[in-house]
């Protein structure tokens, strides 16, 4: 099974930073695309960036200029380094993995790609 587990969220006034983190599990043979979603109470989840494997990223408008996706690729890490930060920004954050999971791999399903989420962690933004 494999496991995503975010950290860093938090309480932070407007203007301030925040940088979440994603770490993968050893189930993960490989990884296609990396991503951030969030989603705020009673609206429903939105892509905030991805970072594929060859290193191209996308953004959501709202978050451009502000937002910046990354990967430590030796230590599985997946960061979401979040500046001058606004109110609009509170959300529970998800991290999300398009990968092969090892035991997918080592049964020969090499195509058996599947999206994998994280638990989330919350990021409240005060005015």
């Known amino acids: 099974q494999v496991k995503l587990l975010e950290s860093g969220g938090g309480l932070v006034q407007a203007g301030g930073s925040l940088r979440l983190s994603c770490t993968t599990d050893?189930?993960?043979?490989?990884?296609?695309?990396m991503a951030w979603y969030r989603q705020a109470p009673g609206r429903q989840r939105d892509l905030v960036a991805s970072?594929?494997?060859?290193?191209?990223?996308n953004y959501a408008d709202s978050v451009k200029g502000r937002f910046t996706i990354s990967r430590d690729d030796g230590a599985n890490i997946l960061y979401l380094q979040m500046n001058s930060l606004k109110p609009e920004d509170t959300a529970v954050y998800y991290c999300?993995?398009?990968?092969?999971?090892?035991?997918?791999?080592?049964?020969?399903?090499?195509?058996?790609?599947?999206?994998?989420w994280g638990e989330g962690t919350l990021v409240t933004v005060s005015s």
């Open positions: 999300n993995a398009e990968a092969l999971s090892y035991s997918d791999y080592v049964l020969g399903y090499s195509d058996n790609v599947k999206n994998y």
């Open positions: 050893r189930a993960i043979f490989s990884i296609n695309t």
């Open positions: 970072l594929t494997s060859v290193g191209e990223t």
